[in-house]
């Protein structure tokens, strides 16, 4: 079946644009996860949604960055006023429900501002 | 707070030879632990996984992990090197928090592997 897709593969944009990544998850996955790569780390966790809603919002860095997820399924990453610092690769996830479900990653988004 | 620190940035093994990448964690309680693969412009894949049953762990593609509870320990090893398993490797912890899972990352080891 299908894993988890993530559109764009690439984006660049300019400092100060508004830019949205999405991520549609598999099929009946209700808990999705966005993390952040930045060159040479290791993922760092943004946000959780079960379901429709945002449980946990603790590693978004700043107001600049929000999520939706309005009918549980595919979500959107929004970034407004972006800066250079938010150049990374953005990655997606998605698990069924339930403790230590494996979590199915995307291949990302690679993000670069210019 | 819950934490990973892999000991080497970068392995380099020859074909056949075993493979070891070294992890440390920290915890203030029983922890959940895993390794993730991520190959070249792919995502991250699931290689194996410790939830608090057998301490010695196996997983796919000839890759297991022993948790040492002693020496806050989870060391991935595989005995025979292959070309194909070039790639990022992260040692990941877990932090429960009402019925999810949030993952920490380390800073990840990228093996190398030569004919």
């Known amino acids: 079946g299908a894993g988890v897709s993530q559109t764009p593969s690439n984006k660049v944009t300019e400092k100060g644009k508004y830019v949205e990544l999405r991520c549609d998850p598999i099929?009946?996955?209700?808990?999705l996860y966005w993390y952040r790569q930045s060159l040479g780390q290791g993922p760092e966790f943004l946000i959780y949604?079960?379901?429709?809603?945002?449980?946990?919002d603790s590693g978004l860095p700043n107001d600049r960055f929000f999520a939706v997820r309005p009918e549980g399924s595919v979500s959107t990453l929004k970034i407004q006023r972006t800066e250079r610092g938010d150049s990374a690769v953005y990655l997606c996830?998605?698990?069924?429900?339930?403790?230590?479900?494996?979590?199915?990653f995307g291949p990302g988004t690679r993000l670069t501002v210019l | 707070a819950q934490s990973v620190t892999q000991l080497d940035s970068h392995v380099s093994v020859s074909e056949g030879t075993p493979v070891l990448l070294r992890c440390n964690y920290s915890?203030?309680?029983?922890?959940?632990l895993f390794w993730y693969v991520q190959h070249p412009n792919k995502g991250l894949q699931l290689l194996l996984k410790?939830?608090?049953?057998?301490?010695l762990v196996k997983g796919i593609n000839g890759f297991e992990a022993e948790f040492k509870k002693s020496e806050t320990s989870f060391h991935l090893t595989k005995p025979s090197a292959h070309m194909s398993d070039a790639a990022e490797y992260f040692c990941?912890?877990?932090?429960?928090?009402?019925?999810?899972?949030?993952?920490?990352f380390g800073a990840g080891t990228r093996l190398a592997v030569h004919p």
């Open positions: 410790y939830t608090s049953a057998a301490t």
């Open positions: 949604f079960q379901g429709t809603g945002a449980a946990d």
């Open positions: 996830a998605s698990s069924s429900a339930g403790d230590w479900n494996e979590q199915f």
């Open positions: 990941v912890v877990s932090v429960r928090s009402g019925g999810y899972n949030k993952l920490i």
């Open positions: 099929s009946g996955h209700t808990a």
């Open positions: 915890s203030s309680y029983s922890p959940s």
